[in-house]
Structure formats: C-alpha cells, structure tokens
C-alpha cells in the first residue's frame, strides 16, 4: 500500500506487476462542441501501474496513476479542475525527427524523464507481452485510470475512436521516479518495451470517483 492504495492491487501479467510511463501530447483540448480556437495544447507525462480493484462483485481493472506532469501551468496550478490528480509544472523538451523521439522533462520537484527512441517494425522480443498485438491489447485495457486527488481518486477514461501503436526501438531510458529505491527497491523495476501512438482522435470522459 505504500506504492497502490487500497482499494486497488496490482494486476499481474505472468509474474510480474506492470509499470509506466505515458508520454502524451494533448492538441485543442476543450470541452466537446466548442470549436478547437478555444482548445489548449499541452505536453504531459503519466506515471502508470497497471491495477485491478473489486466493484459490486465483479473484478475491474485499470491503472492507478500516482504522479502526472505537465507543460500546462495553469493545470498544475488548478489541480485537478482541466484533468483529474494534482499535476506537477515541468519543462518538456521534445525533438522529433526522421523516426527518432528524444523527450525528456524535469518537474517543479525534480523529477525527471529522458527517452531516446526509434521507429522500427519489429518489437522487442525480449518483452513479457511476446508479441506487438499482446502489448497492444493489455494497455487498451487499461483505458480507466484513477489519480489521487486529495482523500478520494479521481477517475478518467480514455475513449480511442481508433487504436493503433507502433514498435519503438529505445537506446536510452531514464525516470527518476521509477529508480526511486526508496519506492521501489533496487533491481525490481527492468524495462520492458516502448509503443508509438499518433494522431489518435479520443476523447476524455470523467468516471465515478473512489
């Protein structure tokens, strides 16, 4: 519980416990109808753990977000108003060119990220997911996400009107979040694999807090 509060656990996938990070940019975000010259952009980081939870009987499963971060001062400043959870201000350097992703942020706290990374056709086989279509199909299926805001979890759902990633080839990955040995002990976090989504047209629907 120090890392997932109840009442989420982790989800296991052959063995292991399944962490994250998305890396997303958000283009014309607005409220649905109104025209996209009011909409926001914004660069944003999500610190993921995939998790399930019992409700009314039934198993459900998502990911509890314990940290996001963004390019958007006023979100950061607002909190849980525009997206659910606080969000840290950090300074995003983004390059993208001919396949390659270079991203790295560092947050108001310190926390950083770097990523280097390469489109390729051919995904990771050393990956615990096997296969492109496994990675794909798990991650869809944590469309729900849920935040810490103050004494409840703020819930968000992603609505993809088209699913669609790509292999990514990484030469160099850091969080210092996820190497925090006071969080998370030494050894026990490895990296696994890294997909691409562009030009993905969805839309955010807020959930029933917990």
């Not at 939870?53 to 940290?67: A, F, H, M, Q």
């Not at 979100?75 to 390659?100: L, Q, S, T």
């Not at 990633?165 to 040995?181: A, G, Q, Y």
């Not at 002990?185 to 029933?208: C, Q, R, Y």
């Amino acid at each position: 519980e120090k890392i997932i509060p109840f009442p989420f656990r982790p989800k296991i996938y052959k063995g292991k416990a399944i962490v994250g990070i998305c890396l997303i940019r958000l283009k014309n975000i607005k409220p649905k109808g109104l025209p996209n010259f009011i909409g926001v952009n914004s660069e944003n980081g999500a610190h993921r753990i995939a998790v399930e939870w019992d409700e009314n009987g039934l198993t459900k499963s998502g990911v509890y977000i314990p940290r996001r971060d963004t390019s958007l001062k006023i979100n950061a400043i607002v909190g849980g108003r525009i997206f659910p959870g606080k969000h840290f201000y950090a300074k995003f350097n983004v390059a993208e060119r001919d396949g390659n992703y270079q991203i790295n942020f560092k947050s108001s706290d310190k926390t950083e990220i770097f990523i280097d990374a390469n489109e390729t056709k051919i995904f990771n086989n050393k990956s615990i997911f096997e296969t492109l279509s496994n990675a794909s199909d798990f991650f869809e299926n944590g469309d729900l996400g849920y935040s810490p805001n103050k004494d409840k979890f703020d819930g968000l759902r992603l609505k993809a009107y088209h699913w669609e990633v790509r292999p990514l080839e990484v030469s160099n990955v850091k969080s210092s979040f996820f190497e925090n040995e006071e969080i998370f002990p030494k050894g026990s976090v490895k990296f696994d694999n890294a997909l691409l989504m562009t030009n993905i047209e969805h839309e955010w629907k807020s959930e029933k807090d917990k």
